[in-house]
């Protein structure tokens, strides 16, 4: 059996693909569940139906069997394979380094992530990594197929072949988180994402709407539908925020208990409400869905089955059957009164917040003031940047306890300000002067994690740091422009520096990636 590449899949004009997600379990490959899921594996892979199996890393922050050890089976069967890649216990060397080895072994298609932070697991908790993000996990294997560059010598090194995915969670409650997923995706795609998948999420309205985003901003990426096989467990857990991004309903929960409690344990509702959600991404335009669920393969099958029976049916109706929207949700598009789905109109409550600059959260007063001084000292256009510059090109050259005065002043006022950790990579004027490395558990430098649950941090529990940015933002009408700026990649060499006098010096990520701070 040989496969088509998936990339290929995906290219075909009025083609429709089918992923089937599988999660690995913790153990040796050779351990009876693991076995179980080999055997789940090759049975999927056996089916014409199924395109590809995407194969999970270390889900929900657990520690599992490696995706690439399953799927060096799958390969050798002439299976087409996603391997999930998360940053979470990788820095970019390790990165790097698996990406040579998932080249080198035929892993071609490759899901970047940030990743779930870490659970408990040997000893304890585990320490997050969050070196790069997922942003930076896509440029770097973008660099990687464009021949990457090794700065030291110069050396061009051999080519890639990764068809690289994403993922977005636009299942969201507040403008200032819906807004910055899109916006997230638009830099994804423009940093080489090619296909990407939604977070897990039962309303068809905010489905219809991701794709008339993508066209409206003309995303070149393929589209899958994640339609998510729901059990009564499955939907407790969902809506009490267990996992990251996914959103269960009042509504939908009501439902999952009620059809739960039935001899089948739910089972001929489930199947039947994942069938309806396969054929309205089907009626949507969706390129594809993305099937997944604690279930045999037989029981995907029956999904496949379902559907098909579904096909005559009127799939607009059908959608409503996956409305399972929450009071007051933001929707960045008009809803179509005929169908109740998105149209191509922007909500006229968002357009006119945006023309008054109407925000939803207070802009603090400290942020108004760093932006007059950023942009009297740090602006390459300002009126004290040149003094700045010079100041710190004398502290470079004097003695070493005048360096580390001015550093221990710097510190003084951004340590109270701002909870500065002292990086020496400064992202403040990047995130509206929120801190991201002590105020966002992930470190995201490029946009937001989908872990928001109304705007809060899964981990902190406090206000997300990309919401906060956006709404200071939006107060200046530059809300728009958040993401528009090049890959941040934090330099680590620069730690516990003066990040002043490496943006005036030109030695942070500013310089590295051609654009001023200012």
């Known amino acids: 059996m040989t496969s088509t590449p998936f990339r290929d899949c995906l290219q075909v004009p009025g083609s429709f693909s089918i992923a089937v997600e599988l999660v690995t379990a913790r153990g040796l490959v050779t351990a009876e569940r693991s076995r179980a899921l080999v055997d789940k594996a090759r049975t999927l892979a056996a089916d014409p139906r199924i395109d590809v199996l995407s194969i ?8 599992m069997l490696a995706p690439d050890t399953l799927g060096t089976d799958l390969l050798s069967r002439g299976q087409e394979v996603i391997i999930h890649l998360a940053c ?39 320490a997050p990594v969050f070196d790069i993000d997922s942003v930076g996990l896509l440029k770097l294997f973008s660099d990687m197929n ?4 090794v700065a030291r010598s110069a050396e061009q090194l051999e ?43 039962y309303n068809a309205r905010k489905d219809d709407e991701l794709l008339r985003y993508i066209r409206r901003e003309g995303l070149t990426v393929r589209a899958l539908a994640n339609v998510y096989l729901l059990s009564r467990p499955a939907a407790r857990a969902f809506h009490a925020g267990r996992i990251p991004g996914v959103v269960v309903t009042d509504e939908l929960l009501a439902l ?38 604690h279930a045999t393969a037989e029981t995907f099958f029956e999904i496949l089955e379902r559907a098909r029976s579904y096909a005559d049916a009127d799939w607009r109706e059908l959608s409503r059957d996956l409305r399972f929207g929450r009071a007051g949700e933001f929707y960045l598009f008009e809803a179509d009164p005929e169908t109740g789905l998105a149209s191509d109109q922007l909500t006229r409550g968002y357009v006119e917040s945006t023309r008054k600059r109407r925000t939803d959260m207070r802009v603090p007063l400290i942020y108004r003031f760093s932006r007059r001084v950023h942009d009297a000292v740090f602006d390459p256009d300002g009126p004290l940047h040149d003094r700045a510059r010079s100041f710190y090109q004398k502290v470079e050259a004097a003695p070493k306890p005048v360096g580390r005065a001015a ?21 403040l004027p990047d995130i509206a002067y929120v801190c991201p490395e002590s105020m966002c558990a992930k470190n995201q430098r ?41 890959v941040v990649t934090k330099d680590n060499a620069l730690a516990r520096t003066s990040a002043w006098a490496n943006d005036l010096l030109d030695r942070d990520h500013h310089a590295k990636s051609g654009q001023f701070s200012g």
Request: charged residues 25%; negative net charge.
């Open 159 to 201: 080519r890639t072949n990764f068809f690289l995915g994403c993922v977005v969670t636009n299942h969201k409650m507040h403008e200032r988180e819906v807004v910055p997923q899109y916006q997230k995706l638009a830099k994804k795609v423009r940093t080489g994402a090619r296909f990407v998948i939604n977070q897990i999420g």
């Open 256 to 293: 999952a208990e009620r059809h739960g409690a039935a001899a089948d344990k739910g089972r001929e509702f489930f199947v039947d409400l994942a069938a309806k959600q396969l054929t309205v991404a089907t009626g949507l335009g969706f390129n594809g869905v993305y099937l997944g669920g």
């Open 56 to 63: 999970t890393d270390n889900p929900g922050g657990h520690a």
């Open 446 to 486: 490029n946009g937001p994690c989908g872990g928001t649950r109304d705007g809060l941090c899964e981990v902190y529990d406090t206000e997300c740091i990309w919401s906060q940015a956006y709404e200071r933002l939006k107060a200046y009408g530059e809300e728009e422009d958040m993401l528009s700026n090049p």
């Open 146 to 149: 464009a021949g990457l560059q």
């Open 407 to 427: 550093h221990v002043l710097e510190q003084a006022a951004k340590v109270p300000l701002f909870k500065c950790r002292d990086c020496g990579d400064c992202s």
């Open 88 to 126: 979470k216990d990788w820095n970019r060397n390790a990165l790097e380094s698996r990406g040579w080895k998932l080249a080198s072994e035929g892993f071609d298609n490759v899901l970047c992530l940030s990743g779930d932070y870490p659970l408990a697991g040997y000893g304890g908790t585990a």
